[in-house]
């Protein structure tokens, strides 16, 4: 290997283990997985970079060959399951969008499978080819789920998109410089910078979701636009974020939800734990709620006693059921707080979870906010503490009663009973 593309090369393979150092970093803060999973990816490319770009040829010896022929021809479609099942993860498309879903999944699988028939079939000639097209074929999929993912409403999956447009030209030349195509320096140096921005461009996004979930979970200093205790976003902010995403809705035109929920006499847990032990439980309350929806939908603090999620895109209407369901289950779970006189205690939150389908059809926000609001405050009267409007019959049922969608085959709910709701007509609650 001629001494400028070793130093090329060497420079960009150094400044991707400085990604990878920098992710574990983060995972040694945070202690979260995503940061974890983020660093083994980048990782991965870092050993992709090496075998294809010609380190690891100049540095092995002659006997190790055959080994670094087969790294070459599974090494790209390792990366691409890692990065297809890893990115799945991080879209939250198997509770969003099915052929995100579907996509990612099936690609995920498909790529390595194929390369290992490719090496087992194929003359060896074509078995590098055959990899680098599926290779290059599965990032621009990857490009085109990250578009869908941001136009769902993620809007830190642009950033991966831009980082996968980066990825295809620099998995390309890669390619071409494994199966030693003519190319000069200054070509194979664009081939370098596009493997380090691509890299880099995804880390800092994952980087970003990290501290997003930190900030929910921690206690670090917020701006004035998120809440005091919960670290959550205030009031306006949240109707910002429903504006926005109606908006988007309009131009996917998908089914998505408006996710409320209500704390009923607060008082009754600052009587017995006092203020600090009320804010902990308002903080132990928005990490569950952020935990079961996803930190693709953020969480918000409408007003005091009022919790919103916006859900842009749901992958079926009955899966507003599930996380109906999961949500109140968690929030009703105890909680462990410190007590007024410092000695820890349990309380448990008297709540209600109101799901508001939101149809492809655009509404004013401050009426979905309300009619979400009274579908919380009707919950109350429920079993389960979760309501939604029934689809055929317009009624305010409990979340396991409504005709949402076909139902799992081990789920035999009895019929609802009859509990007086509460009209929908109430006066609009302001932040």
């Not at 979340?399 to 035999?412: C, D, F, I, N, Y």
Request: hydrophobic fraction near 50%.
């Amino acid at each position: 290997m001629p001494i400028p593309e070793l130093a090329i090369w060497s420079a960009a393979a150094g400044a991707i283990a400085l990604v990878v150092l920098l992710g574990l970093a983060d995972f040694a803060l945070s202690r979260r997985i995503d940061a974890l999973h983020g660093a083994i990816y980048n990782l991965i490319a870092l050993f992709f970079v090496l075998v294809m770009s010609g380190i690891a040829g100049s540095l092995l010896p002659p006997q190790w060959r055959p080994e670094l022929r087969i790294a070459k021809v599974l090494a790209g479609p390792v990366c691409a399951f890692t990065g297809d099942l890893l990115i799945r993860t991080w879209f939250g498309a198997r509770h969003r969008d099915r052929l995100m879903d579907l996509s990612l999944l099936v690609a995920g699988i498909a790529v390595p499978v194929l390369a290992a028939g490719a090496l087992l079939m194929l003359p060896r000639a074509q078995q590098l080819p055959a990899a680098a097209g599926m290779v290059v074929l599965n990032t621009a999929l990857v490009t085109w789920m990250s578009v869908r993912a941001w136009l769902l409403g993620d809007a830190l999956a642009l950033g991966i998109a831009l980082g996968s447009l980066l990825m295809v030209a620099a998995v390309g030349g890669l390619y071409a410089i494994a199966l030693a195509a003519p190319m000069g320096t200054g070509a194979q140096a664009l081939v370098a910078l596009g493997s380090v921005l691509c890299v880099a461009v995804i880390g800092i996004v994952l980087w970003q979701r990290n501290q997003h979930a930190r900030r929910v979970r921690g206690s670090q200093e917020v701006q004035s636009q998120y809440d005091a205790v919960t670290k959550l976003p205030g009031g306006l902010p949240v109707v910002r974020h429903l504006i926005r995403a109606q908006k988007r809705r309009r131009m996917t035109r998908r089914e998505g939800a408006i996710i409320a929920v209500l704390v009923f006499e607060p008082e009754r847990i600052r009587a017995v734990a006092g203020t600090v032990g009320l804010n902990e439980a308002y903080v132990q309350l928005a990490h569950r709620l952020q935990h079961q929806v996803g930190v693709m939908n953020p969480a918000g603090r409408y007003w005091e006693r009022c919790f919103v999620v916006v859900v842009e895109s749901i992958r079926t209407t009955a899966s507003l059921r599930t996380m109906g369901l999961r949500v109140a289950a968690a929030l009703r779970r105890p909680m462990h707080v410190t007590g007024a006189d410092g000695s820890p205690m349990q309380v448990r939150l008297d709540v209600g979870i109101g799901v508001l389908r939101l149809e492809r059809e655009s509404a004013e926000v401050e009426d979905l906010l309300h009619e979400a609001q009274a579908l919380a405050e009707a919950a109350r009267h429920f079993a389960s503490r979760a309501a939604t409007r029934d689809p055929e019959t317009g009624d305010v049922v409990p979340v396991e009663h409504a005709q949402l969608g076909p139902r799992p085959a081990t789920s035999r709910p009895q019929p609802p009973r009859r509990f007086p709701v509460p009209s929908l007509r109430t006066p609009r609650a302001r932040p």
